[in-house]
């Protein structure tokens, strides 16, 4: 298909699309404040059908001991509780405080929101917005992979990135009603439209919404990347910011400001079947064309002759019989393929020339773990082949685009590799890789509150290496992917793999030699070696969302410390409310298991691949991560 004709399809979208589920969003525009109306109708409903009428005291009495000594009050109730008001300033002041004595919980910083000067002056760098639909059904590590592929995708267009200006939080750690005092709370299946929560108790279909600021230090990512929430987008143009829909898509007509126009790439254009999409297939002629004007000579002496044409020959038909019906092939078994062509089949060199004279090219992108990609970590840079006609460059297609604003349809997140394309040269994979480790990352209140738990589990190991293990209960239950079906099972088998780390530990500790992960601009951290390993006997720290009373009592009483046994009141004060979000706990959890000196964790969960990464960045060494 022609560029113009793609931009012909484009041009007059559809109703706004929720991913790709279905929604009763999808033919009606609501505007932010008709849909709260409704969540607050929905909140009156609940409290009556489970709290009754006339108990406006019940959140105050049901307020467990431990956060009635930190969170601030008035307790909103029933009624107001439900619609979820705002936090505010009159919030902070709690009971038994004085002017001489510090609130309990300090206020959360406001959404750090740029001014609309400040908007103007960072659009005018680009050539304007990128946008997409996210889908804010997910939670927050997948959320963040989408986030990172946007950012490639933006910034390979000169475009300023346009994020939702919240996400939304899954679970509160002390009832629905507490956290719905702080923040908003909504039903999970009206704010995204989704049906996969409907047959859930009616506890278990709420969200909160959490402010972007909250999960991500934006004015770190700021520094280095055009950014901007949807919030700041309709400020700057002058429209009201209760049109920021609930599900994270962005409405083609809501969203346009007088003379705007906008550009639609199709979910079925993103990457269509039998197509790579990479990020520039022009820099991929450009940089081989560097590379064979400078080693034309050098190598001409080592070279066998060559096939004479893509598509002819034994070895165009063996590289077809061993790609089969996949887009791409992994490398090693293109040394399989070419060892009756070339001299050396570890002479990366003389097999990528090779394969480009056959009509086939080397592409950059990330290992997954167990042959699956639900880590999206890049930290194990790999190599793959494909075709050269089967390659659609980003860059080279959407360059051009003249419109105000470029929209993803859909979702393009899952199945695919780190930054929802493949890379044609090192460069390119190293620039998205650098962007993930070094421009992404948790809050200064989360970082902070992570290194004194790392702190507190040295001082429990009497300053040996502590180790550190996720257990993903919860819906990885219910859906089958759990690593065992039962909590015992599960938590034995963390234990095992934690027992094998405390050798390899052991080890690196004698042979005081350290590596890094292949990561751009990381050095070792040398500290490592500072402390001793651990001992038998030693507990560990275990990130999990189990929340089950027996279950949380099993795993205490075999060794494992939770979060909630490693911060204190006094935290929690200097944190604010957030933390009684699940989800944001989770932050907090997933930056400790960064810091652990060795980490266990299962393949299929996110949370992994964002640990990796988090651990990556501080100079870990591979060999103290293990992800089966």
């Not at 475009?159 to 629905?176: H, M, N």
């Not at 994270?248 to 079947?273: C, Q, S």
């Not at 065992?484 to 530990?505: D, S």
């Not at 490592?528 to 205490?556: C, M, W, Y």
Request: proline share 5%; aromatic share 10%.
């Amino acid at each position: 298909m022609s560029f113009r004709a793609l931009r012909s399809r484009s041009s007059s979208p559809s109703p706004i699309p929720l991913n790709t589920k279905p929604s009763r969003y999808s033919t009606t525009r609501r505007s932010y404040l008709s849909f709260f109306g409704t969540a607050a109708a929905a909140g009156v409903l609940f409290h009556l059908l489970f709290f009754g009428i006339g108990r406006s005291e019940f959140v105050q009495q049901q307020v467990p001991t431990a956060v009635r000594e930190w969170m601030p009050l008035p307790i909103k109730s029933g009624y107001e509780a439900c619609s979820a008001a705002p936090y505010t300033d009159d919030y902070a002041t709690t009971v038994g405080s004085s002017a001489s004595e510090p609130a309990l919980v300090p206020k959360i910083d406001d959404q750090e929101l740029l001014s609309v000067e400040e908007v103007g002056l960072l659009v005018s760098k680009t050539k304007g917005y990128l946008a997409r639909d996210y889908s804010l059904g997910l939670g927050w590590n997948n959320m963040r992979y989408i986030i990172e592929s946007a950012l490639i995708q933006a910034t390979l267009l000169n475009r300023t990135l346009v994020l939702p200006s919240f996400v939304y939080a899954r679970s509160c750690e002390f009832g629905i009603d507490v956290c719905a005092s702080f923040t908003t709370m909504v039903n999970r299946g009206d704010a995204i439209g989704w049906g996969e929560w409907r047959d859930l108790p009616m506890e278990k279909q709420m969200g909160w919404r959490v402010p972007m600021s909250m999960m991500l230090d934006l004015p770190h990512l700021r520094s280095q990347y055009n950014v901007i929430l949807v919030d700041e987008y309709l400020r700057f143009h002058n429209m009201d910011t209760g049109k920021e829909w609930s599900n994270g898509a962005w409405h083609r007509n809501d969203y346009l400001a007088p003379n705007m126009t906008i550009f639609v790439v199709k979910n079925e254009e993103y990457d269509p079947e039998g197509m790579v999409r990479v990020d520039s297939r022009n820099a991929m002629f450009m940089a081989h064309k560097h590379h064979h004007d400078h080693s034309h000579e050098h190598n001409a002496a080592e070279r066998r002759t060559m096939p004479e044409a893509p598509g002819k020959g034994q070895f165009q038909n063996q590289l077809k019989a061993m790609l089969g019906d996949e887009l791409v092939m992994d490398w090693n078994k293109a040394q399989v393929a070419v060892a009756d062509f070339v001299n050396n089949t570890r002479n990366t060199e003389e097999i990528e020339e090779l394969l480009w004279a056959n009509g086939w090219a080397t592409l950059h992108t990330f290992s997954g773990a167990l042959g699956m990609d639900y880590l999206k970590s890049v930290v194990q840079p790999i190599r793959q082949l494909t075709p050269i006609n089967r390659i659609h460059g980003w860059l080279d297609e959407y360059s051009s685009v003249t419109d105000d604003i470029l929209v993803i349809e859909g979702e393009i997140h899952l199945n695919r590799k780190p930054g929802g394309m493949r890379f044609t040269t090192i460069k390119g994979r190293d620039d998205f890789a650098r962007g993930v480790v070094w421009g992404l990352r948790p809050t200064q209140r989360v970082r902070d509150l992570a290194a004194k738990v790392h702190d507190r589990l040295l001082d429990r190991m009497d300053g040996r290496m502590w180790m550190a293990g996720h257990m993903r209960r919860g819906d990885f239950v219910t859906t089958g992917w759990a690593m065992e079906n039962t909590i015992e099972a599960h938590f034995q088998r963390i234990k095992g793999r934690l027992a094998m780390g405390r050798g390899v530990l052991e080890r690196i500790h004698r042979e005081r030699t350290l590596k890094t992960y292949d990561v751009p601009d990381v050095e070792v951290d040398e500290k490592q070696l500072l402390h001793n390993p651990p001992i038998p006997s030693d507990p560990f720290f275990l990130a999990t969302d189990e929340r089950s009373p027996e279950g949380l009592k099993h795993v205490r009483d075999h060794g494992a410390l939770l979060i909630s046994d490693l911060i204190t009141t006094e935290d929690r004060r200097e944190f604010g409310w957030g933390i009684m979000l699940t989800d944001v706990l989770a932050l907090v959890e997933q930056s400790v298991l960064a810091r652990s000196y060795y980490f266990y964790a299962h393949a299929m969960s996110s949370v992994a691949g964002g640990a990796v990464n988090l651990r990556a960045v501080r100079g870990a060494d591979p060999r103290t991560a293990l992800v089966d």
